[in-house]
């Protein structure tokens, strides 16, 4: 089967840095996606790790250990408008895309 | 401007009502994809195309219908809804199918009285 698990809400204050974490478990696995959705609007892409490791974009950084089937995205300096939900997303070696529930993040003055 | 355009942006329908979804990718993309998202619910690919040709289809009942007549287009046909259809349908293009960072249309929320 497919699992996939993220914290349903997270709550952090303007200028910190926070970690929402993705754990999963799929039959097949080709990288991970991290998107962001703000409220009423579309999913956009955030990140893609395929390897172990860091892979730093600015404020949010994204980590992967494929052994461990665990993921996560860290957003640093946070600001007002990273108030949104992100959503990890597992490519199942092509079969298709598995999103987990996504964590909605509220980023507080 | 995402690239991928959906119309009606809002849609409200009845039981026994045909209405159609459409989504229009000015990107050049390959592949579409169509995506159910409840409330509190993850998001559910619900069908895959690829060169015009539907490489998946997650078990999703027959009362949606989908239609890519080109890789610009790709349509959901809706028939015979139930109010637990009702949801925002999110349409994705990806350059190729599989490994690769798909954009989101803004989707259509859709209400079934």
């Known amino acids: 089967g497919q699992n996939i698990d993220q914290p349903t809400e997270m709550t952090a204050t303007e200028g910190a840095i926070v970690q929402i974490n993705c754990t999963y478990q799929?039959?097949?696995?080709?990288?991970l996606f991290w998107y962001q959705q703000h409220a009423g609007e579309a999913p956009t892409f955030l990140s893609y790790n395929v390897l172990d490791g860091l892979e730093e974009k600015g404020r949010f950084s994204s980590f992967l250990s494929r052994s461990k089937g665990y993921s996560y995205l860290l957003l640093k300096e946070l600001q007002m408008k990273d108030s949104a939900s992100y959503l990890c997303?597992?490519?199942?070696?092509?079969?298709?895309?598995?999103f987990g529930p996504g964590t909605r993040l509220s980023v507080l003055p | 401007e995402t690239g991928v355009t959906q119309t009606p942006r809002h849609l409200v329908m009845g039981m026994t009502n045909k209405k159609s979804l459409k989504c229009e990718q000015h990107?050049?993309?390959?592949?579409m994809y169509w995506y159910k998202q409840s409330a509190k619910k993850p998001l559910e690919l619900m069908f895959v195309y690829s060169l015009e040709e539907r490489v998946e289809n997650n078990s999703v009942p027959s009362r949606f219908s989908p239609e890519c007549p080109n890789s610009s287009h790709l349509f959901l046909h809706l028939h015979t809804l139930q109010p637990e259809d009702s949801a925002l349908y999110l349409c994705?293009?990806?350059?190729?199918?599989?490994?690769?960072?798909?954009?989101f249309g803004p989707g259509t929320r859709l209400t079934v009285l």
């Open positions: 799929t039959s097949g696995f080709n990288g």
């Open positions: 997303a597992v490519d199942n070696y092509g079969q298709n895309f598995v």
């Open positions: 990107l050049g993309h390959n592949a």
């Open positions: 994705a293009s990806s350059q190729e199918y599989g490994a690769d960072t798909q954009y």
